[in-house]
């Protein structure tokens, strides 16, 4: 007489169906077990399963264990290099860095500074300061500069001569050689790291008020204290 699996509706001798429990989709080495021990407690007398193929399924069941087991200490072995490199990371806290961004974080009364790379010579550099509204409070008229970094200075001020209030600003800078082609221009600047934010595991620097990307950042040095 046929025998009935537990956990399947119908009779002996009905198919299961897809209306029919079948238990966890993830099959572990304890299922596997499982499975193995309902197998050799139904299988038929008369027909046992043959040596070959119940050696099979033990090395099956072999593959399963040690490809857990490498899943897992692949793991802790991630986890451990995350928390490694999270501490690297914090170690940046109270350290000058020097990062690519447009951004401006002007304090009112004092002079912004920010430092453009030239990737070759221009006739014509013109410096446009923009503030969260989207406008122009300063144009700077730079001239001719060589190629390679130099300053930019905004006393912030606006075209009037007016103190702008303090807050983030944006600056736009374009350059033009004797030609009238377009010079590519990088802006840097600088400032303090006072703290580390992970977002989705991806380190990012809090400078400036604002949050930094590893990737922009071009250079690290101690903080002076003249």
Known sequence: MPTQIPGLSGGPDQAPTTADRMGSSVLGKDDFLKLLMAQM?????????????????????????????????????????ANKSQTQYVSFIGKDVEYRTDALDHQSGLATVSRANLAGGADKVTATIVDKNGNVVRTLHLGAQDAGEFNIIWDGKNDSGTPQPGGTYTMKVTATDKSGGSVNVDLKTKGQVTGVTFNNGIPQLSVNGTQIKMSDVTAVNERSTI
């Open 41 to 81: 407690g139904n299988q038929d007398p008369t027909a046992p399963t043959d040596n070959g193929a119940f050696v099979a399924q033990l090395a099956q069941f072999a593959s399963l264990e040690a490809a857990q087991g490498t899943n897992s200490r692949l793991d802790t072995l991630l986890l451990s290099e």
